[in-house]
């Protein structure tokens, strides 16, 4: 099955600095590509994705970024705002599944 | 998009009773997932319910364990049964409303088993 790995597991930037999370995975069936954010006491949030046709796409401060080749991908937030810290999850989607990655606790120091 | 309903959103159990999680969808979707989410943990994926067939759950998850049901295309339960502490965990609905794995997810249901 997918295996999907996730790094850092916590991650501090100072509030207007840029973060970046990684993620690998193992199958190369795989071919969509979600980031969710969870707040404390809520459910993972959708917050952009990626399909296995596209290299990179923005949404204003967040980015993500596929490498299909090295098989993984990458999540991008500039501009840091404490309403970003929460724990981010990255997600690979193959054969009808989505498996996620283990997290990264995201704090954005004011 | 989809709105997602769940139900309880918390409770505290006592060992060897049973809970049944209700889960409830604005719209008619024909997938539809459970996970379990553990303290300080990422998302397991319990089992898929697809409305007319019986779900299917991933190793490690057996259906006496997590009897779901799904009797149409906007509602779903699963049930915890004889639970132990170990089972206290975040149980969460989540739905594929393009089944193309863009899912949402309910706002989950904490379950503390004493």
């Known amino acids: 099955g997918e295996n999907v790995e996730q790094h850092p597991s916590t991650l501090s930037v100072q509030e207007g600095d840029s973060a970046v999370i990684k993620c690998t995975y193992s199958d190369s069936a795989s071919n969509y590509f979600p980031w969710y954010k969870q707040e404390l006491g809520k459910g993972p949030q959708l917050i952009i994705d990626i399909r296995s046709n596209v290299g990179e796409k923005k949404d204003q401060r967040i980015a993500v970024t596929l490498n299909k080749t090295a098989k993984h991908f990458s999540l991008h937030i500039t501009e840091t705002q404490p309403e970003d810290s929460a724990v981010y999850f990255c997600a690979a989607f193959g054969n009808e599944k989505l498996t996620f990655g283990t997290g990264t606790r995201l704090t954005i120091i004011p | 998009s989809a709105v997602i309903s769940q139900k309880p959103s918390r409770d505290i159990c006592q060992r060897g009773t049973s809970l049944t999680i209700q889960c409830q969808v604005d719209s008619q979707v024909t997938m539809m997932f459970w996970y379990r989410q553990q303290p300080g943990q990422s998302l397991t994926l319990i089992a898929t319910a697809n409305q007319g067939s019986e779900a299917t759950y991933e190793s490690g998850f057996v259906i006496d364990k997590f009897p779901i049901s799904r009797p149409n295309l906007t509602f779903s339960t699963l049930t915890v049964s004889n639970m132990s502490p170990e089972d206290s965990s975040i149980y969460l609905c989540?739905?594929?409303?393009?089944?193309?794995?863009?899912?949402?997810f309910g706002e989950g249901s904490r379950l503390t088993v004493l």
């Open positions: 989540s739905v594929d409303t393009s089944n193309t794995g863009e899912l949402f």
